[in-house]
């Protein structure tokens, strides 16, 4: 599932790393820590499970430090951890400046100043620098509890209204956004699922589509070369409806603003990771490369179901793109990329639920 992960982080504000407070820090979630990294995202980290037997929130909060370079701040007090009833409470105004000042001193001037000659920030000036350093990726706040009992839940959901970055931090004035997620629907055909970080898309507007392929940066090694779109000029296609959706309830809506998030039909090009508009305002993350090619064949071995395989196949990979699914006709032969065995289920699945193949 590396990859929704992926097509995910494209479309935030901002992530909350959910961490078990037993098994501590695991390689995947180390990963995802280094592709928001790269992605220049915010996030908040919550250490969940503290009610299980080997709960350790010292200990996580030692591997977090040692896997990121960013700084931690713990905004939970426990007790009883580890135990059937713990409990979980926000700490303390007194506190909260105190435990504030050490962790900002190790990132912001103003705060080390402080720390260095035992003064300690008030509550309101902590909470502004939090806020800006949450947003420039180099604090990250974190709560403890335990989900299965929704310990600590309210207080994760306060602290997102508190300190976490709105939708303005990633704002243009151009139109830019990302295509995070395809759907094919009976009804509506191809869904384009949009992150709008700039401008304002309605009903019968023509809009750019451009592929990350298609963007090739001069000079590679340098971080401050000018990108340009190169190979191709990009696809123009019309919208046909802008839907907006809670859960699996979709309604009409007709225009999609900077900040919001849409489901947009008539745009038959369109992939997941595609821009809209212009280039988005983060770096694509990579969480996983697929090593492996394999073969596809109908199990019945009736090669006049390739052409309809190949369809499948070829919608399969709009909506998850390392399928990259190529059909050699020539040779009557599907290929398709793959992370493993789990996905290979998963795409049988999908083949006869959605395709009858």
Known sequence: FAGEVERALSALDYAVVVVSAVEGVR??????????????????????????????????????????????????????????????????????????????????????????????LSSERASELIREEISACRLTPV???SA??????????????????????????????????????????????????????SNRDEIELISPADVISENPDD?????????????????????KFIGAKYSDSGTVKSGDIAAVCGLPSAKTGFFVGSLAVSENAKLVNPFLRVKVTPADGDLQKLPDLAYALGQL????????????????????????????EVLDNLLKERYSL
């Open 223 to 243: 971080e401050d070369s000018a990108v340009e779109i190169e190979k191709k000029p990009p696809v123009k296609e019309k919208v046909s409806q802008i839907k």
């Open 143 to 145: 709560l403890c509890g």
């Open 317 to 344: 990979s709009d909506e998850e793109p390392y399928i990259d699914a190529k059909w050699e006709n020539g040779l009557s032969e599907i290929t398709i990329s793959t992370t493993g065995k789990i996905q290979l």
């Open 148 to 201: 299965k009992f929704s310990l600590g839940v309210k207080e994760l959901a306060d602290m997102i209204v508190e300190f976490m970055p709105s939708a303005e931090r990633r704002a243009t004035d151009n139109l830019c956004g990302i295509i995070f997620k395809i759907e094919h629907d009976k009804t509506l055909g191809k869904v384009s699922h949009i992150r709008l970080f700039g401008g304002e898309i």
């Open 27 to 120: 390689a995947h979630t180390e990963s995802i820590l280094k592709s928001l990294d790269t992605a220049n995202l915010p996030r908040a980290v919550f250490i969940n499970k503290i009610d299980r037997a080997g709960s350790d929130v010292k200990s996580v909060m030692k591997e977090l430090s040692q896997v990121s370079s960013q700084s931690y701040l713990l905004l939970s007090g426990i007790e009883n951890e580890g135990l059937e009833n713990p409990t979980v409470k926000s700490i303390s105004d007194a506190d909260f400046a105190v435990a504030a000042t050490q962790a900002l001193a190790e990132i912001n001037d103003e705060a080390a100043d402080a720390f260095l000659n035992d003064e300690i």
